[in-house]
C-alpha cells in the first residue's frame, strides 16, 4: 500500500482535490437552484418513491434516475427495458448497509465510481501523454456541460469506470481483466459492447507492433459480449423478447437527416429551456464529431476511435440526438484532444464555455428540465 501511494500520490493528489471541487460546486448549485431566474417545472414527481431518502437529494435522481431506483426496488417495469441491469443491481445489493436508503446507495455508487474513473484516466493518459496533458484532460471532463450526471443516480460514472478500465488493462497486456470489465461495462449500458471491436483492434494493433505471437490469454476479449448476452437471456426468458431494448427505437434515421431536423427545431422553436436543451444536443454531436476527426489527425491511440465513434454515431439512428450531451461524457478521446489544445487562450475560453454551460445546465436540471 506504501508502495502504491508513492508511486502514485500525485495523480491521488490531483483526482482528490478536483473531486472535491466538483462535488463543493454542485452541491452549491443544489442550494441556490430554487433562488435563480430558472422556471420550475413543477416540485420532484417521484417523491412517494423515494420518501426515505433525504428531501434534498431528491433531485439527483429525477427522470432517468429513478427508474434504476424503481428496478433496485421491484424488477423491471413496462418500458424499463432500456435501463441495463448491473448498476440497479448495485444500488440493490448496497441499499442495506444504507438503512434502506436506495437513493444515497446510488449516489455512493455514481460517486466512488466517479473518483476511481478519474485515477484510471489519468494512469492512462500517462501511458501516451505527460502529466500537463492529463490534468487540463480531467479538468476539460470535469467542467463539462452535463459532466454533473457522473453524480447523480446515473450510470455514466460506473460505465465510464468499466471502459476507462478495459483499456487500461488491454495496454498493460491483462486481457482477462480487459475482457471482465467490458463484460460489466456491457451489462451497465449497450455502449459497453463497443468494447469488444475496440480491443480486438488494441489486440491486433499491440501485435503488429510488437509482433507478439497468439495466446489463449487473447481469447478473454471475448468476455466482452457476455455482458450483453447475460441481460438478453434474462429478457427471453421474462418477456420473451431478447432484443426488446432496441425495438422500441423506430425506422433507422441517417445522421444528415437528423442534422437537418435540429436545423429546423433551431430555427422554429420558441426561446425556452428546451431550446437551450436543442442547442446542446446539436452542438455536441457537431462538436464531438470534429473532435473524433481531430483525434484521428493528432494520431489518439486507434482503438479508443473505433470505440467512440461507435458509441457516438450509433445512437443517432433513431432519428434524435437526445441524450448525446450526456453520452458524449464517455467519448474519453475528445478529452484527451482537448487537453492537447497547446494554446493556453484557447483552453481559457473553451473551458470558460464549459463552465458557464454546466453552470446554467445543472440548474436547469435541478428546477426539473430536460437536460440530456
Known sequence: MKKFWENNKKIIKFVFLVFLVWTTIVNLLDLVSTFTFISRRGDFNYAEKVILNPPFFWKRANFDGIH???IARKGYGVNQWGFFPLYPKIIKGLTPNFAGRDLLAGLFVSHLSLFLLLFIFYKLILLDFDHKIAQRTLLFLMFFPTSFFFGFVYTESLVLLFILGSF????KGNW??????GALAANTRLIGIFLFPALIYEWWQQKK??????????LFIFLVPLGLLSYMRFLKINFQDPLIFIRSGGKIVLLYQVFFRYLKMILTTKFDPLYFTVWLEFLAVAGFILLLIKSYLIKIRMSYLVFSVLTLLIPTLIGTFSSLPRYVLVLFPCFICLGMVKSAKARVIIQAIFILSAIFSVLLFFNGNWVA
Open 176 to 181: 482477462l481483466m480487459a475482457g471482465i470489465l
Open 209 to 218: 507492433i510488437s509482433n507478439f505471437k497468439f495466446q489463449i490469454s487473447n
Open 168 to 171: 487500461y488493462a488491454a495496454r
Open 68 to 70: 434504476y431506483l424503481d
